[in-house]
């Protein structure tokens, strides 16, 4: 499989730059998920290494070559598309050879790579049907045969799981997590839904208008966000954010009215400074009135089988989600107080959304 470098990429539509100095090394056999909102230009980025968008600025290269000019036939790459672009006259046999037939392989080289990837996929029962006649999972496990059969340098997803129901999303995002491990094929996966990103990922690009947020593996993400978008947008329900004030000393911090101190000053100079501590869910630990950092009235009590969460009214703009035991009985309207180590805390300039060490 090959490795794929973006140097300083870019994507323009007249004046309007909407990918913006791009610089991301994809290694060989890696699976990398691009994730964040809509609109903030990942799938143009997919699309600009697939060879389907322009390169405005910038070099990608694949497996040591430059390939900004070359057609998207002519990169070795296949894709796999959010809906599933499949030919609905032809048989699913006939969909997942049909770019090897273009390419003139042989017939029995074909017969025999459809009917591997069909038995990898569980699809061999319906390799005479037509998509018409196939469930949604079915018709992507069929796209994604039509892409295995090619034997790519690298592979790429559009969003392939959001048109299915939620049930048949998680059995997908197995399926692809097991393909991924048996071919350990280079992989550039795009989507919206972080919990996809976290489960499949070997690294996660968060993209932001047109940016790179960070890059990193999951869990370090997730535990040290560089940025109070990436802290909100990695992790369900999403980490806390309170605006607060760091202390002139910088060895603590106001906020709704509280003073905290920390266990390690942050260098800030001599002012006071805005700025906005995060704390996930499950870092919150009820306590006493006199200990809390949070109090307030609990308003819902999300209880979801395997964990429960709640929702404190703390006088924030936002209520105050806490992870409970997943047995808690919880009345709501009950008043309750919160705290959490200074060492579990996460601490952003509230004018650039940029981490404090």
């Given at each position: 499989?090959?490795?794929?470098?973006?140097?300083?990429?870019?994507?323009?539509?007249?004046?309007?730059?909407?990918?913006?100095?791009?610089?991301?090394?994809?290694?060989?056999?890696?699976?990398?998920?691009?994730?964040?909102?809509?609109?903030?230009?990942?799938?143009?980025?997919?699309?600009?290494?697939?060879?389907?968008?322009?390169?405005?600025?910038?070099?990608?290269?694949?497996?040591?070559?430059?390939?900004?000019?070359?057609?998207?036939?002519?990169?070795?790459?296949?894709?796999?598309?959010?809906?599933?672009a499949l030919y609905p006259h032809m048989t699913v046999?006939?969909?997942?050879?049909?770019?090897?037939?273009?390419?003139?392989?042989?017939?029995?080289?074909?017969?025999?790579?459809?009917?591997?990837?069909?038995?990898?996929?569980?699809?061999?029962?319906?390799?005479?049907?037509?998509?018409?006649?196939?469930?949604?999972?079915?018709?992507?496990?069929?796209?994604?045969?039509?892409?295995?059969?090619?034997?790519?340098?690298?592979?790429?997803?559009?969003?392939?799981?959001?048109?299915?129901?939620?049930?048949?999303?998680?059995?997908?995002?197995?399926?692809?997590?097991?393909?991924?491990?048996?071919?350990?094929?280079?992989?550039?996966?795009?989507?919206?839904?972080?919990?996809?990103?976290?489960?499949?990922?070997?690294?996660?690009?968060?993209?932001?208008?047109?940016?790179?947020?960070?890059?990193?593996?999951?869990?370090?993400?997730?535990?040290?966000?560089?940025?109070?978008?990436?802290?909100?947008?990695?992790?369900?329900?999403?980490?806390?954010?309170?605006?607060?004030?760091?202390?002139?000393?910088?060895?603590?911090?106001?906020?709704?009215?509280?003073?905290?101190?920390?266990?390690?000053?942050i260098a800030s100079g001599a002012s006071t400074r805005?700025?906005?501590?995060?704390?996930?869910?499950?870092?919150?630990?009820?306590?006493?009135?006199?200990?809390?950092?949070?109090?307030?009235?609990?308003?819902?009590?999300?209880?979801?089988?395997?964990?429960?969460?709640?929702?404190?009214?703390?006088?924030?703009?936002?209520?105050?989600?806490?992870?409970?035991?997943?047995?808690?009985?919880?009345?709501?309207?009950?008043?309750?107080?919160?705290?959490?180590?200074?060492?579990?805390?996460?601490?952003?300039?509230?004018?650039?959304?940029?981490?404090?060490?």
């Amino acid at each position: 499989m090959a490795g794929i470098e973006l140097k300083r990429i870019q994507k323009s539509y007249g004046s309007l730059k909407v990918i913006h100095d791009i610089d991301v090394d994809i290694r060989s056999g890696e699976f990398l998920v691009l994730v964040g909102p809509s609109g903030c230009g990942k799938s143009t980025l997919l699309r600009m290494i697939a060879g389907l968008e322009e390169i405005s600025g910038g070099d990608l290269i694949i497996d040591g070559a430059r390939v900004n000019e070359l057609a998207p036939a002519e990169r070795n790459i296949a894709m796999v598309f959010q809906d599933y672009a499949l030919y609905p006259h032809m048989t699913v046999r006939e969909n997942m050879s049909f770019g090897l037939k273009m390419r003139g392989e042989k017939d029995d080289q074909i017969s025999g790579r459809v009917g591997q990837a069909a038995d990898v996929l569980k699809i061999a029962d319906y390799l005479e049907r037509r998509p018409g006649q196939l469930s949604g999972g079915q018709r992507q496990r069929v796209a994604m045969g039509r892409a295995i059969v090619r034997e790519p340098a690298a592979f790429l997803f559009d969003e392939p799981l959001s048109n299915l129901d939620a049930a048949l999303r998680v059995e997908m995002r197995l399926e692809i997590a097991k393909l991924h491990n048996r071919m350990k094929a280079t992989t550039v996966y795009v989507t919206h839904d972080q919990v996809e990103a976290m489960t499949l990922a070997d690294r996660i690009v968060v993209m932001n208008g047109g940016v790179v947020e960070q890059i990193g593996r999951p869990l370090d993400l997730y535990h040290k966000p560089s940025s109070l978008f990436v802290a909100r947008f990695i992790g369900s329900p999403t980490m806390n954010t309170i605006p607060a004030t760091l202390t002139a000393d910088s060895a603590g911090i106001q906020i709704l009215g509280r003073h905290l101190p920390l266990q390690t000053p942050i260098a800030s100079g001599a002012s006071t400074r805005d700025i906005v501590l995060g704390v996930r869910p499950e870092d919150l630990t009820q306590c006493s009135s006199d200990d809390a950092w949070f109090s307030g009235e609990l308003m819902v009590a999300e209880r979801l089988g395997s964990q429960t969460y709640g929702y404190v009214e703390i006088g924030h703009s936002k209520m105050l989600s806490v992870e409970f035991p997943r047995n808690s009985d919880l009345t709501v309207g009950d008043t309750m107080h919160f705290r959490c180590t200074s060492g579990n805390i996460h601490l952003f300039d509230a004018s650039s959304g940029r981490r404090l060490s």
